[in-house]
């Protein structure tokens, strides 16, 4: 019988019959992993190289900057492809982990943050260690009703006691954020491929982000948030300039402005009011 939330305790509710922003699907299969990933394999997470790093600006609405603290998890929704089966197991799981978004102001007031890839992230239990192996993550939407990310990468789990993995994988989640009194609610869905890059499951999970620490601006990312910004301008001024040159008026018929990623070197270490629908800026600086 699946676990109810504890007395007094409210489940968040359900997602809705559109999970994420329309067009927006899993993958069918992936890339298979590299032999070095598979089950069996010594592992060792501070030799792994995990390639070049690029930092992805995105601007993001109010309510969704800040330190944000999960401690329960709805799982809404389960799919077995082996076995061809689908649950709707609305169990309550008890988790405890924190997430940070935003990390600059420009000089409009508003919130940019850092998409930094690739990155690795580990989850820990008595006997193994599962590392998440993020290479890809993008933000699909970023607006005034939701904000949409998609990451993918291997997750490996790694037995303590002798460092070879037990069980390889490749996940890939599409997470959808919405605004809520208390924070931010989360609906996610997590799809997880074999070795061969082949469908083994899918999970769906809703969990509510209470807001423990607002937005402050984060120094160890000024640098390269000045270096965007004034890419960014440069770009702003050669369109003007060739606008002039051409002698268009107005914007109608000039080429999108794109704010191209930047490799550089891994970091160390009020109420949203109510508005029109507004989409924010993300790499795009002609505005």
Known sequence: MPAQPAQGESAPAAPGPTLLKAGVEHSETVQPLEPALMPGQRFNANAISMGAVVDDWICIPPWFAGTFQVDRSLVVEFVDYRTRTQLTPNRM?????????GHQLDSSGRV???NRTP??????SV?????????????????????????TGPALVVAKETGVIARSTTIETLGRFEPDANGIRK?????????????????VRVEQGTMIEPFAPDPSTAASFARFMAERQAQRQQYQQMREAQGMQG?????????APMQVAPMQG?????APQQNYPMQVPGY
């Open 187 to 203: 609906t996610t869905s997590i799809k997880g491929f074999n070795a061969a890059g082949m469908p083994e499951d899918l999970i």
């Open 251 to 259: 914007t109608q018929s000039m080429p999108q402005m794109q704010g």
């Open 119 to 124: 990155y690795r992230n580990s989850i820990e």
């Open 270 to 274: 009020q109420p949203l009011q109510q």
């Open 93 to 101: 799981e008890k988790i405890y982990r924190t997430f940070h978004y």
């Open 127 to 151: 006997r193994s260690v599962q590392y998440n192996l993020i290479r890809k993550s993008r933000f699909l939407h970023s607006g005034n009703d939701s904000v949409v990310e998609t990451a």
């Open 112 to 114: 940019w943050h850092l």
